[in-house]
């Protein structure tokens, strides 16, 4: 009798096998990998029982430890239980979906979802998925630069430093809406501000080039992430500062021997005097005309001298035809000898 039974119990199994028979199947997990602070959250645990089978219970858990549980045979058949914090909402949860209310930082870990059919076999699966409850600021990304004006050719360095968020932001830089590549990124270690979150901070070192200022200017931008829920971003406009030349450098109205007699370079002071070029070409040239009106002023007194007395000949007047006739054209005096 008892082989009878034991062959029976072996026969059933072998069709269950052949016939691909599974009390309970296709259990999957449905869980958001990363959700906002104070959010409510839905988490969902799909499965099939085959035809003919009932749902003994359902499970969830929290970092291994259980918060809810679904017993359709018990009354009520929902419970829940205080871990870490966990809030359920019952009125909206069932044997399929569990909904979390204001969800902490405290909920961040793995969840688990263990299903079980009922009796006889109480097959039992379990799936599980992480999620992350972020929290952030409303802070912007802070830029810092060693100046706003660059060369072409010159490295540009700068800082980026965001925080508090949880979990650690992640740092992305642009040049002209372009990324720039890890190899000219550097990350610091993530500093842990007690409760309050990480801060992180980013540097950019890279050589700039004739693309890389448009209209005279370079557009940089950093963006502090955290997944694809959290993004802040800060941009900065970057000066070209172009070569000074020497129509910038020197007065426009200098003359090559002043040039060279200043060293080669427009408005160079070599003997220590601190006026400005502007101003020394101004005297210079204001001194060299009124040297010249003065040379031109002595020289036609000096022709007025000597015309004078003809003019006086030839076109002479009343009160000096007796006087300063006689006065000229008289031989001089001869002194006499003793």
Same mark, same amino acid.
């Given at each position: 009798?008892?082989?009878?039974?034991?062959?029976?119990?072996?026969?059933?199994?072998?069709?269950?096998?052949?016939?691909?028979?599974?009390?309970?199947?296709?259990?999957?997990?449905?869980?958001?990998?990363?959700?906002?602070?104070?959010?409510?959250?839905?988490?969902?645990?799909?499965?099939?029982?085959?035809?003919?089978?009932?749902?003994?219970?359902?499970?969830?858990?929290?970092?291994?430890?259980?918060?809810?549980?679904?017993?359709?045979?018990?009354?009520?058949?929902?419970?829940?239980?205080?871990?870490?914090?966990?809030?359920?909402?019952?009125?909206?949860?069932?044997?399929?979906?569990?909904?979390?209310?204001?969800?902490?930082?405290?909920?961040?870990?793995?969840?688990?979802?263990?299903?079980?059919?009922?009796?006889?076999?109480?097959?039992?699966?379990?799936?599980?998925?992480?999620?992350?409850?972020?929290?952030?600021?409303?802070?912007?990304?802070?830029?810092?630069?060693?100046?706003?004006?660059?060369?072409?050719?010159?490295?540009?360095?700068?800082?980026?430093?965001?925080?508090?968020?949880?979990?650690?932001?992640?740092?992305?830089?642009?040049?002209?809406?372009?990324?720039?590549?890890?190899?000219?990124?550097?990350?610091?270690?993530?500093?842990?501000?007690?409760?309050?979150?990480?801060?992180?901070?980013?540097?950019?070192?890279?050589?700039?080039?004739?693309?890389?200022?448009?209209?005279?200017?370079?557009?940089?931008?950093?963006?502090?992430?955290?997944?694809?829920?959290?993004?802040?971003?800060?941009?900065?406009?970057?000066?070209?500062?172009?070569?000074? !030349?020497? $129509?910038?450098?020197? +007065?426009?109205? *200098?003359?090559? %021997? =002043? /040039?060279?007699?200043?060293?080669?370079? #427009?408005? &160079?002071?070599?003997?220590?005097? !601190?006026? $400005?070029?502007?101003? +020394?070409?101004? *005297?210079?040239? %204001? =001194? /060299?005309?009124?040297?010249?009106?003065? #040379?031109? &002023?002595?020289?036609?007194?000096?022709?007025?001298?000597?015309?004078?007395?003809?003019?006086?000949?030839?076109?002479? /007047?009343?009160?000096?035809?007796?006087?300063?006739?006689?006065?000229?054209?008289?031989?001089?005096?001869?002194?006499?000898?003793?």
């Amino acid at each position: 009798m008892g082989e009878f039974v034991a062959m029976s119990v072996l026969t059933v199994l072998f069709w269950l096998g052949i016939s691909g028979v599974e009390p309970l199947k296709n259990v999957q997990i449905s869980v958001p990998a990363a959700v906002t602070i104070n959010q409510d959250v839905p988490l969902t645990c799909l499965y099939d029982l085959d035809h003919g089978e009932s749902l003994y219970t359902v499970k969830w858990y929290l970092e291994g430890e259980e918060f809810y549980r679904y017993i359709p045979k018990e009354i009520p058949p929902i419970q829940t239980f205080t871990t870490m914090g966990v809030d359920v909402d019952i009125s909206k949860s069932d044997e399929h979906k569990v909904m979390l209310r204001s969800v902490r930082h405290e909920q961040t870990g793995v969840y688990k979802c263990e299903v079980s059919a009922d009796a006889p076999e109480f097959e039992t699966d379990v799936v599980s998925a992480q999620m992350t409850v972020v929290e952030f600021t409303t802070n912007t990304p802070l830029i810092e630069l060693a100046k706003t004006r660059y060369e072409v050719g010159e490295r540009i360095r700068a800082n980026c430093s965001f925080g508090p968020t949880r979990p650690a932001a992640n740092i992305t830089w642009f040049i002209n809406n372009l990324q720039v590549k890890d190899q000219y990124v550097n990350e610091f270690p993530v500093f842990e501000d007690g409760t309050r979150g990480n801060w992180v901070k980013s540097s950019l070192e890279m050589d700039t080039d004739a693309n890389s200022f448009r209209g005279g200017r370079l557009k940089l931008k950093c963006i502090a992430s955290v997944y694809s829920i959290y993004k802040r971003a800060s941009e900065m406009q970057i000066e070209e500062e172009k070569p000074r !030349s020497a $129509s910038v450098l020197g +007065s426009k109205d *200098s003359s090559s %021997s =002043s /040039s060279s007699s200043s060293g080669n370079q #427009v408005g &160079l002071n070599t003997s220590g005097n !601190s006026k $400005s070029p502007g101003v +020394s070409d101004t *005297s210079f040239r %204001s =001194s /060299s005309h009124t040297l010249k009106a003065s #040379v031109q &002023l002595l020289h036609s007194v000096n022709i007025l001298f000597f015309v004078l007395p003809f003019l006086l000949l030839q076109f002479p /007047s009343p009160l000096l035809h007796t006087v300063g006739q006689r006065q000229l054209l008289s031989p001089p005096l001869q002194r006499s000898s003793r």
